[in-house]
């Protein structure tokens, strides 16, 4: 290394509107088989600040397995089918939304909360934005939302923005609010 | 071409289609000059690009106006996803042999080093890339400039870095293009990057740019990075050590992660305390 290396980290960029044929890739959303006995279906909607859909939105997801281990294989771009590797990647549709075939992520320590990572990436959103998906109470370790600092620390409306809501079919529903009305409380989880 | 397959949006910035670029500039440099003010009296430098950046017309309605709320990372925020071999071809590095012949365009080599906050070399990350070919055309369907696209560039790359975080493209010199957010706008040539770290807080995707751009002062993306310094980071140099006789020209860009990542805070926790120690406790 020189001498004095400039170590502050390099700027983000939007994403912009042409990732569509670099970024995503063959069930670069599906963690697991959707056959799989514990796959559950996450799935939502990305909103601008006037409630419409943004079309051009790209999300990735980060999470432990169901034993809340994190996985260490390599393999998330050729999925094999068996693998679990913990990451995930979708775009959204036409109309906003997205969908990944995954896991419900254990806790990563004991009477932890259970939550999924996701990273957001759009056209007209300059840097990426950090945010969680926690399961829904019924599904968390007793107490472990009551006792979570992050949800703990935030009034309910902005703490119910981080829950994903449990549909009819067992799926896990939750919906990414970029700004306005019910916006999505995104995090800055670097290390201090 | 950006705006034109979001009619939304198209509804919502329609005095963006009549904006000049000299009123696209003069708001970029009021921006700046507020900001420059107020770090001369005493405000934060600010990194980052500011993702409120009223010039990039499409960051209006998208970007967040409740400042980020802090979370101490958790297990899996201090890790990230592991690629390999398995995932990476090396030969995806090279995109100029993607296809049955050779594209049109400046060839070169873009090269350089990933290492996260406290200088440590990144080695085996993913690096993925894309960009425009030399007309300024990307391989997209939605992409609509009337430039031709080249049957021999898809303009698409992936590789691994290696032992000392270094990664290595082949590729053409993507061309600039224009796009919607205001008349006659333009965009300086770029490649699009996408790097993970090894906490997925690190998580990155940004743009290179080349080195004297004279683009560079009427582009509202590039410009949303309202502090210089941290404008430059993104401009790789020409160098012709990398510059290969009679095959390629050459230019290097290193690249910075933030945080210390996971290395670090597992394994050496003598230096991390001595670390805390020097820049106070801040937990
Ligand atoms: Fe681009």
């Known amino acids: ?192 | 071409m950006e705006e034109s397959f979001d009619h939304a949006h198209v509804v919502t910035s329609s005095d963006s289609a009549t904006s000049t670029q000299n009123e696209m500039t003069a708001q970029i440099e009021a921006l700046h000059r507020a900001y420059r003010e107020g770090v001369a009296a005493g405000a934060r430098v600010e990194d980052k690009p500011r993702i409120d950046f009223a010039p990039y017309r499409s960051s209006v309605l998208r970007h967040p106006t409740k400042d980020l709320r802090h979370a101490d990372p958790e297990t899996i925020e201090l890790t990230s996803p592991a690629f390999g071999t398995r995932d990476v071809h090396p030969l995806e590095a090279d995109l100029t042999i993607q296809h049955g012949g050779e594209p049109i365009g400046e060839r070169m080599i873009v090269t350089g080093r990933v290492v996260d906050g406290s200088g440590r070399p990144l080695a085996g990350q993913l690096v993925e890339i894309w960009q425009a070919n030399a007309s300024g055309r990307y391989v997209h369907k939605r992409d609509q400039h009337p430039a031709p696209l080249d049957p021999n560039f898809s303009g698409v790359g992936r590789c691994l870095t290696d032992a000392d975080g270094n990664y290595s493209f082949t590729t053409i010199r993507p061309g600039p293009y224009p796009w919607k957010n205001h008349h006659n706008a333009w965009r300086p040539a770029h490649i699009h990057f996408s790097l993970f770290g090894t906490a997925f807080t690190q998580r990155l995707v940004t743009q290179m740019y080349f080195p004297g751009d004279p683009l560079f002062p009427l582009d509202p993306i590039y410009q949303a990075i309202v502090d210089e310094d941290a404008r430059r980071r993104l401009v790789a140099t020409y160098d012709h050590d990398v510059t290969r006789h009679e095959w390629c020209t050459g230019y290097r860009w290193d690249i910075v992660l933030s945080g210390r990542g996971r290395t670090l805070f597992e394994n050496d926790l003598g230096a991390d305390h001595d670390d805390d120690h020097e820049n106070g406790d801040h937990r």
């Open chain 1, 1 to 192: 290394m020189t001498a004095t290396p400039d170590l502050t980290p390099t700027p983000g960029q939007t994403v912009g509107p042409f990732f569509g044929f670099a970024l995503p890739y063959e069930r670069g959303g599906q963690l697991v088989d959707q056959a799989h006995p514990g796959a559950v279906r996450l799935y939502g909607t990305v909103l601008d600040g006037h409630g419409d859909p943004v079309p051009d939105a790209l999300l990735e997801i980060w999470q432990a397995d169901e034993d809340g281990n994190v996985s260490t294989e390599t393999g998330s771009l050729v999925r094999d089918g068996w693998t679990f590797t913990g990451f995930g990647r979708a775009a959204v549709d036409n109309v906003g939304r997205y969908t990944f075939t995954t896991v419900e992520p254990g806790p990563t320590r004991e009477g932890g909360a259970r939550f999924i990572h996701v990273c957001v990436f759009a056209r007209g959103l300059l840097d990426k934005l950090h945010t969680r998906v926690y399961l829904p109470e019924a599904d968390q370790p007793e107490g472990a939302l009551a006792h979570d600092r992050l949800l703990a620390s935030l009034p309910e409306a902005e703490r119910a923005t981080l829950l994903a809501t449990r549909d009819g079919q067992g799926g896990l529903s939750f919906d990414i609010r970029l700004q306005g009305e019910g916006e999505t409380v995104f995090l800055d989880v670097e290390e201090r």
